[in-house]
């Protein structure tokens, strides 16, 4: 199932890309069908940007999971190959849904069907919502398999478990995300709640998220984006980047306004803009976050004055994002939350 919707806490210059190695061409093909089949674009010319795999959820209607994420990531430049984890009518916070769910044997299948065909060069994993074990430990098997094949792979972990005091993922998931995936991720994005569930501490100050970061950068990931903690009525996004072992990460944080209504998707879409403002800023994750929070703040905005325009009370019930409408924000944002970074 697709986890219940979260509460909204974040709700033209050339840019400097980073470049990315050529990957290798494959011709593991038979000559005969090497004359007929063309070569795949994305692989035989990479972007500037990178080679995506996003594995979440999806919905036939409303923008959730890989609908909230691969839209903002090709705006953003890069190709993306979405697998969708489950594929329902609409996400669960409507009086009912149908669909399906892919296990972790499908997954395998998918992931065999494209090393089959040479198809497994990328450049960066985004993973979200997962819910079971199965599928959580696939998901450590395809980390494997795609590193043997790029070693740079950029893992970018969403770990959906919960928010505001509430599991919404079986328990025993805590337990791998905390022992397996976050060892092998490159950048994590948990809320309050799973930063607490992953380290084990509970956050009720800055220093308290500072001391999360550390925390989850001891047990692997580099760059650490805590995307919402909720102290003293105000909304704070703290960061830390540590680029080097041995050395004291930099750490920054983002004032957030405090929207009263609930938005869906909203987790998935900070996650792909962080991964797609820090891959284009590669050393400097202070002024990814300032553009994924002014571009997701500034959709926000609109979705609640679009609401308002069609007479809806946006308190009523969970919002559908406006994503479409709001793709000259994701391209080209407008930094309006800036952050200060700690000393």
């Known amino acids: 199932m697709l986890p219940p919707p979260r509460f909204c806490i974040i709700s033209s210059t050339r840019l400097p890309f980073q470049i990315h190695p050529r990957p290798p061409i494959f011709s593991s ?5 090497s004359e007929t089949v063309p070569p795949i674009l994305s692989l035989a010319l990479p972007s500037d940007t990178g080679r995506v795999l996003s594995i979440q959820s999806h919905t036939v209607q409303g923008y959730v999971g890989n609908k909230s ?4 990531l090709q705006l953003l ?3 993306v190959d979405p697998i969708n984890s ?3 009518s609409n996400h669960t916070g409507y009086p009912s849904f149908k ?3 892919l296990n972790g044997q499908q997954l395998w299948e998918l992931i065999e069907g494209l090393e089959a065909n040479n198809l497994l060069f990328y450049t960066h994993l ?5 819910g079971s074990v199965s599928f959580l430990n696939t998901i450590l098997e395809v980390v494997k398999k795609l590193r043997t094949i790029n070693p740079k792979l950029t893992y970018v972990c969403d770990p959906v478990m919960g928010d505001e005091g509430k599991l919404y993922v079986p328990p025993d998931l ?3 995300y905390r022992e397996k995936v976050v060892p092998v991720a490159s950048m994590l994005t948990p809320n309050q709640f799973e930063a607490e569930q992953l380290t084990g501490c509970r956050i009720v100050s800055e220093s308290d998220g500072r001391e999360a970061c550390n925390k989850l950068h001891a047990a692997g990931p580099s760059k650490v984006v805590i995307t919402s903690i909720n102290i003293g009525g105000g909304l704070l996004l703290i960061g830390s980047d540590k680029r080097e072992k041995g050395q004291s990460p930099q750490q920054f944080r983002i004032a957030i306004p405090k929207i009263p209504a609930y938005f869906t998707g909203t987790g998935d879409l900070m996650t792909a803009l962080l991964l797609g403002w820090s891959n284009k800023y590669p050393d400097n994750l202070v002024k990814a976050a300032e553009l994924a929070v002014s571009s997701l703040q500034a959709l926000l905005q609109r979705t609640l004055s679009d609401y308002d325009k069609a007479g809806y009370d946006p308190a009523a019930s969970s919002l559908e994002i406006r994503l479409i409408q709001s793709q ?3 391209r080209n944002p407008h930094v309006q939350f800036e952050a200060q970074k700690y000393s």
């Open 29 to 33: 093909m038979s000559s005969s069908k």
């Open 69 to 72: 994420a691969v839209f903002p």
């Open 77 to 79: 430049g890069y190709d």
């Open 86 to 88: 489950v594929q329902f």
């Open 99 to 101: 669909g399906q769910v």
């Open 126 to 130: 985004l993973t979200g919502y997962i």
């Open 174 to 176: 805590v337990a791998v």
């Open 328 to 330: 000259d924000d994701i």
